[in-house]
């Protein structure tokens, strides 16, 4: 009798155990398996299907030219200025002439201005160290980090659909593949501090009147810009200035608010090509990690928004190159290159890209969003990994790759902002936060008409438009309101 009791007290204890402990337990599984995916997949198949969705480099004549891209071969703080548009300069110099003086500032008195203003406490500048970069990041926006909070229910229609917005890639169009859930489209981000608005495409356009926008990056790059069309067009719609054959440069232009909103594809944002080179193992990057992409960094002048982004192409197989001399490479078996590995590529990357913004006359606000994470479950992406959730998974965290590659990020945009002039505008994005909830937010098996396509993988990492990603639109429409 005494003893049944115990072991039915025990059950009962072992019952709720599992019940408290199993969730997080597969919470985490599901966070490592992304790891376990992006390291392995990225890794060991040539073909990408989900990233390679974003065709590869166009050959197409013009600013965006890849042929001019490659032979350039002087460093990335010497090859911009001269360049073609003289107007620009004027305009240029003119707006420099206001930062001039603060400029001649050296970066070391930068640093102990920063450490001033982020410690209150009269803190020392040796104290807080260079290596802590991320301690000079504000991450709020108007007094409130909107990028920390929750997902709660939200019962109004999506603001466009496929029938009203014509600018959704087919990929993501997930109501026209006919995706049957339509709970993904009801939840609305709350930061934990205040309350984030819904985007506003009418303020928006005032907001950016008379300017134009950039997005750089890669597909997801390309998921968020066509959010932001999708909104805008609601209110007025677009003329269409330029579109290279492949979908991968574009530019609209909303004629009532003077406004040019524009995509550019460049998804290591340094210089990179992906044509086989003799000597050389096939289906590899070759990623100049000295150089900036030329095809944004020679046409930003002429934007006063540029959004920069990356991240996922840096782990396929690529090979690495500074001063055009092969240093190294990512996963490369069979090779003798020396394996450095993607977060090398990462961190060097950026720390390029942000030396040429910081030592180039460009004065727009450069904005920097964080890394997207991927929700493949029940295996990775090419063994028939899914992501048929309907709803935010409320507790997810960050781990594996998505941490490090975010960690990596953070740390170089603190970085930049030390060494930034004080005139220049660098804003951190960091949607990473608010992502990760969503594994319920992607194509998943319709990324085509009535995902009729099983001999395709899921996608578990762009996103459904409408949808999660919208709300990365509001946040910018957030931060505009307090710039
Ligand atoms: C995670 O969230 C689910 C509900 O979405 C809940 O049942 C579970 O207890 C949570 N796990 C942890 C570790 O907080
Ligand atoms: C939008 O998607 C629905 C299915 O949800 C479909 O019936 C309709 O034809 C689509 N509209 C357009 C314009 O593609
Ligand atoms: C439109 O904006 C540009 C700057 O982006 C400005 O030079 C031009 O004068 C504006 N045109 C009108 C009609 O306001
Ligand atoms: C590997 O090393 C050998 C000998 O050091 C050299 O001959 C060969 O070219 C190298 N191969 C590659 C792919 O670098």
Redesign the pocket.
């Given at each position: 009798m005494e003893s049944s009791k115990l072991l039915t007290q025990r059950a009962v204890v072992l019952i709720l155990m599992i019940m408290?402990v199993l969730?997080?337990v597969l919470?985490r599984l599901y966070i490592s398996h992304i790891t376990l995916l992006l390291t392995a997949v990225y890794t060991e198949l040539p073909l990408l299907p989900l990233i390679s969705m974003a065709p590869p480099l166009p050959k197409i004549s013009g600013v965006a030219n890849g042929e001019e891209q490659r032979e350039q071969r002087s460093p990335p703080n010497e090859d911009h200025i001269a360049q073609k548009e003289t107007v620009l300069k004027e305009e240029e110099e003119e707006k420099q002439h206001d930062c001039h003086e603060q400029t001649e500032e050296d970066s070391t008195e930068k640093l102990k201005k920063d450490e001033v203003n982020t410690n209150s406490d009269g803190l020392r500048q040796e104290q807080i160290g260079i290596d802590d970069p991320i301690q000079v990041i504000d991450f709020s926006v108007g007094g409130c980090n909107i990028w920390k909070g929750k997902w709660i229910p939200h019962h109004s229609p999506p603001a466009y659909t496929n029938a009203t917005c014509q600018f959704i890639q087919g990929h993501q169009d997930c109501l026209k593949n006919g995706r049957p859930d339509l709970q993904y489209l009801q939840w609305k981000w709350k930061p934990h501090d205040c309350d984030l608005p819904l985007f506003d495409a009418e303020e928006f356009l005032k907001l950016v009147q008379g300017k134009a926008w950039a997005f750089v990056g890669d597909s997801i790059s390309r998921n968020h810009f066509q959010s932001i069309l999708c909104f805008l067009s609601q209110v007025e719609s677009p003329e269409h200035l330029y579109r290279d054959d492949r979908d991968l440069f574009v530019r609209w232009f909303f004629p009532l608010y003077n406004f040019t909103l524009a995509v550019f594809w460049s998804p290591f944002l340094v210089r990179w090509t992906e044509d086989d080179v003799e000597g050389l193992p096939p289906n590899t990057q070759k990623l100049h990690l000295d150089v900036v992409d030329k095809n944004w960094a020679s046409a930003i002048h002429k934007y006063d928004y540029v959004v920069l982004s990356g991240g996922h192409w840096f782990m396929k197989p690529s090979i690495y190159f500074m001063n055009n001399e092969i240093i190294g490479c990512h996963y490369l078996p069979g090779t003798n290159f020396t394996q450095i590995g993607f977060y090398y590529g990462l961190q060097t990357a950026l720390q390029t890209v942000y030396d040429y913004l910081i030592s180039s006359s460009y004065n727009g606000v450069v904005f920097f969003r964080t890394f997207t994470p991927a929700h493949f479950e029940n295996g990775q992406w090419h063994e028939g990994g899914n992501c048929v959730r309907t709803a935010p998974?409320?507790?997810a965290t960050l781990g594996g790759v998505t941490l490090e590659m975010y960690n990596i990020q953070v740390k170089e945009f603190g970085r930049a902002l030390r060494l930034s002039k004080p005139c220049s505008t660098f804003k951190i994005v960091d949607t990473i936060h608010a992502s990760v909830l969503r594994a319920d937010g992607h194509p998943g098996p319709y990324r085509s008409l009535g995902a009729t396509r099983t001999d395709l993988p899921q996608d578990c990492l762009h996103w459904c438009l409408p949808g999660a990603i919208d709300t990365w639109s509001a946040m910018l429409l957030e931060m505009l309101r307090h710039m």
């Open positions: 408290v969730p997080f919470a998974t409320h507790n």
